[in-house]
């Protein structure tokens, strides 16, 4: 079964730095990764989604990367502040309507 | 901003009893989803349905579920009878085309089974 990996729990940075959070994936390549953002105790939030056939996706401080060959996304948020802090998860989509979702990072931004 | 809303927040159940859950996705949105998180786990697909019927249902979804369209505005998830295991917070998404995938979700409803 498709297995997804974020690279660590949890993810303390400084504010105005770069938090770069890893996803890896096994077995079949996805149609889309798609990251989402989660706040304790509410629902996920949609931030981006990136195509198999894209590198790479930016829309203002985010940016998503995709490596199919490599079985892996990179997602950054540049000049990152301390409400940019929470869980961002990863999810593939093979386009059969199902979202498989990773555990998780939790990112901390602090002052 | 149109957004999915989910009634109730919380819902606590004694084991055996059944339970549904509501949810009332964005108006013009044609896909439904249901989503469980077991707290400090992550996301678990439950069931997709599109047209009036279900068109993808994962391995928890066994025959103690199921899912209801009512009226053109309501999305249920029915437990029938509940077990320990249940209980977790469920979120129901959306999607509005076929070509759009990003999934719109509500806040949750979280069970309590006792």
């Known amino acids: 079964s498709q297995k997804i990996e974020q690279n660590s729990e949890a993810l303390n940075i400084q504010e105005g730095k770069t938090a770069t959070l890893t996803c890896n994936y096994t077995?079949?390549?996805?149609?889309?990764l798609q990251w989402y953002r989660q706040d304790p105790g509410r629902g996920p939030v949609f931030l981006l989604l990136?195509?198999?056939?894209?590198k790479e996706k930016r829309k203002e401080r985010l940016k998503v990367t995709f490596d199919t060959t490599l079985k892996q996304s990179l997602f950054h948020i540049t000049a990152s502040q301390p409400a940019d802090s929470a869980t961002y998860l990863c999810?593939?989509?093979?386009?059969?309507?199902?979202?498989?979702f990773g555990t998780g990072t939790r990112l901390q931004v602090f002052p | 901003e149109p957004e999915v809303t989910q009634t109730p927040s919380h819902q606590v159940t004694q084991m055996g009893q059944e339970v549904i859950l509501r949810c009332v996705p964005i108006?013009?949105?044609?896909?439904f989803y249901w989503y469980r998180q077991i707290l400090g786990q992550k996301v678990e697909f439950l069931v997709s349905?599109?047209?009036?019927?279900?068109?993808?249902k994962s391995e928890i979804f066994d025959d103690q579920f199921s899912v209801e369209r009512p009226d053109g505005s309501n999305f249920t998830l029915k437990i029938r009878s509940t077990k320990l295991e249940d209980s977790a917070m469920y979120f129901c998404?959306?999607?509005?085309?076929?070509?759009?995938?990003?999934?719109?979700f509500g806040p949750g409803t979280r069970l309590t089974v006792t």
């Open positions: 998404a959306s999607t509005g085309t076929r070509d759009s995938y990003e999934q719109y």
């Open positions: 077995n079949y390549s996805p149609a889309y």
């Open positions: 990136i195509r198999e056939n894209e």
């Open positions: 999810a593939l989509d093979r386009g059969t309507d199902k979202l498989i």
């Open positions: 108006s013009n949105h044609l896909y």
């Open positions: 349905f599109y047209n009036n019927e279900i068109s993808e």
